[in-house]
């Protein structure tokens, strides 16, 4: 059973960094194309970073600079990281990490979800 498991989020406030994890289980993550996305309250769900396998990123135009994604496929790590800085008030947003056999910006082209993450940035 495939499953991507976020952790890390939390209430921080404006110029803050935190570090989400997206942990895998039933899927090797380094055989995937991996994206961050987040989604605001009342709000569609939007793309944030991607990684190829071979750990190249591309962003989101307003993320990058501020975001980076990162992936750690040593021996015994499944992970993917979302590193987040200087965080401001509009990033507050469920942010989940999704799995993708090819480089997308799209949600709907990520077959493989998490449950998602919480980040809440006060002013």
């Known amino acids: 059973q495939v499953q991507l498991v976020e952790s890390g989020g939390g209430l921080v406030q404006a110029g803050d960094s935190l570090r989400l994890s997206c942990a895998g289980s039933g899927i090797t993550l380094s055989n995937y194309v991996m994206g961050w996305f987040r989604q605001a309250p009342g709000k569609e769900r939007e793309f944030v970073a991607g990684i190829w396998r071979g750990g190249a990123s591309y962003y989101a135009d307003s993320m990058e600079g501020r975001f980076t994604i990162s992936r750690d496929s040593a021996k015994g790590k499944n992970d993917v990281y979302l590193q987040m800085n200087s965080l401001k008030p509009e990033d507050t947003a469920v942010y989940y990490c999704?799995?993708?056999?090819?480089?997308?910006?799209?949600?709907?082209?990520?077959?493989?979800w998490g449950q998602g993450t919480a980040v809440t940035v006060s002013s």
């Open positions: 999704a799995a993708a056999p090819h480089a997308t910006r799209r949600a709907t082209e990520f077959p493989s």
